[in-house]
């Protein structure tokens, strides 16, 4: 019943909730984008069936993450108001940006996108998908300048007679370089889970001889993008590791069980320590390749775990500042090992549209649907990783968490814990019940959701409106 660590695991047990959709919307809606971009272009049926199914998946996904995306607001005054009085000068801004930009841009068009099919000029109908798609983005991105703000804190002034931090240099806070790093993460991410979930549900109707023409379509489009995408995952990854040795040495070593200063020094591939994590048992390394990882040189020097502890405790005060290493250490590996299997799932995609599906090679593609989870994994992995390695700070070198927690009894916030967990979990639940309803369906139960006519394409400009319209604007399926 203890108050801290209570409100960590409701506000990490909220955030990987709500991280469960939103590197999906990222990516699916601009899928979606250049799915209908393609059937503006082509007029070839195919696209449009393919827009119009892979956008219903899409809308459900980003419902669901809607609902769970409010209640990360609300934390903040809630369970964490002595972190908010103490930021909330700086931290307020991306996300009053986020909300009145990125949310309504994206809210505001793909309300226009659903029902203005056959409305509204096509031109205006495929901007407004495209508008979603750069929405997400924006979001994500002001969101990213938030937390990169607590992960390096840059452009502000601590207020001793308030006792707060205020911003003073607005520009050094959205131009802060941890924060673009991770949404070139991020957005790489979501890209890449999009693929999978593409790839994954394609396969299953291929082989399935369902529609082959349009799910091949989509599979080639995933492959393609799914591969791209994971190089730039691994090389954003590798950038925030180089930039983690000058502002966050402490997770760096600790993501790799790093005690002593090594020059050069070496990568953990497996290393097993006692109960307290904080006493070796055994390891097996590879010499060199963290010198190269950290620096992009095979002789430079790492700081271990005991060096990094000793400086900070001359710099903030006597205090354990080494965060729970058995989690930094194996979200690590749980998030490159998923890395690395989706980038084998990308390529054998690839290479079964460059060989024109060669009949031989098609019985693995029984395991693609499994591959979905694969980003849900490494997505899940890297934001543990990420939240957990800066610990003891919740802003780092300005504030600890134990000092940015709401004055509330244990008892409330574990039953707002247990609250949030049951109802989150049958979000979950009705949203992996829908995706998986709606997947096994196919594109033809997705071609009535807003009008049942074809579009007439009169150079982007005016649409004969049909008398025959049937809106259909739920979710799920359900006509008027």
């Known amino acids: 019943m203890d108050l801290v660590l209570l409100s960590r695991w409701q506000f990490a047990i909220t955030t990987i909730y709500h991280f469960f959709f939103v590197p999906l919307t990222i990516g699916l809606g601009s899928l979606v984008a250049i799915m209908q971009t ?21 809308l459900i996904n980003f419902a669901m993450g809607v609902v769970t995306g409010i209640v990360q607001e609300f934390q903040f ?22 909300a009145l930009l990125a949310f309504f841009l994206e809210s505001v068009f793909l309300g226009v996108w659903i029902f203005g099919e056959g409305k509204i000029p096509a031109k205006l109908h495929l901007a407004s998908i495209w508008l979603v798609a750069i929405g997400a983005n924006i979001s994500a991105l002001w969101i990213l300048i938030a937390n990169g703000w607590m992960q390096h804190p840059v452009g502000y002034v601590l207020n001793e007679a308030t006792g707060r931090a205020e911003m003073v240099d607005f520009a050094a ?50 492959a393609i993008i799914g591969l791209i995408a994971i190089v730039s995952v691994g090389l954003a990854g ?31 591939i497996f290393t097993i320590g006692d109960l307290t994590g904080k006493n070796l048992v055994w390891e097996w390394r590879v010499p060199y390749l963290l010198s190269f990882i950290a620096c992009n040189d095979f002789s430079c020097e790492v700081r271990g775990v005991n060096e990094i502890q000793a400086e900070y405790e001359q710099l903030y005060g006597p205090e354990d500042y080494v965060p729970l290493m058995v989690i930094t250490y194996w979200s690590f590996r749980f998030m490159l090992g998923a890395g690395l299997l989706m980038f084998a799932v990308y390529a054998y995609g690839f290479f079964l549209v460059m060989k024109g599906w060669p009949e031989k090679w098609l019985k693995w593609m029984r395991w693609l649907p499994l591959m979905i989870a694969l980003p849900y994994i490494g997505n899940s992995s890297g934001w543990v990783l990420t939240e957990t390695g800066r610990q003891p700070w919740i802003v780092q070198g300005l504030l600890k968490t134990a000092d940015g927690v709401s004055p509330l009894s244990p008892g409330m916030v574990l ?28 594109t033809e139960a997705a071609m009535h959701e807003s009008v049942d006519v074809e579009p007439t394409f009169l150079g982007g400009s005016d649409i004969s409106m049909q008398e025959t319209e049937e809106v259909a604007p739920s979710l799920v399926g359900v006509k008027k």
């Open 173 to 222: 806070l959205v131009f802060n370089p941890k924060a673009w790093l991770f949404f070139w993460h991020t957005i790489s991410a979501g890209f890449a889970t999009a693929a999978s979930f593409v790839i994954g549900i394609s396969a299953w109707h291929i082989l399935r001889k369902n529609e082959t023409e349009v799910f091949k379509r989509s599979f080639t489009m995933a």
């Open 415 to 442: 039953a707002s814990l247990i609250g949030y967990t049951l109802i989150y979990a049958a979000l979950m639940v009705a949203d992996v019940y829908l995706l998986s309803k709606f997947a096994k369906a196919g």
């Open 77 to 98: 005054g809630m369970n964490w108001s002595e972190y908010s009085r103490y930021v909330g000068d700086i931290f307020g801004a991306p996300l009053a940006i986020e």
């Open 38 to 58: 393609q059937y503006y272009r082509t007029k070839d049926e195919n696209y449009r069936r393919m827009y119009k199914f892979w956008g219903k998946l899409f």
């Open 238 to 268: 590798h950038t925030q590791g180089q930039e983690l040795m000058e502002t966050q040495p402490m997770k760096m070593a600790s993501i790799e069980a790093l005690w002593e200063t090594e020059q050069p020094a070496s990568f953990s």
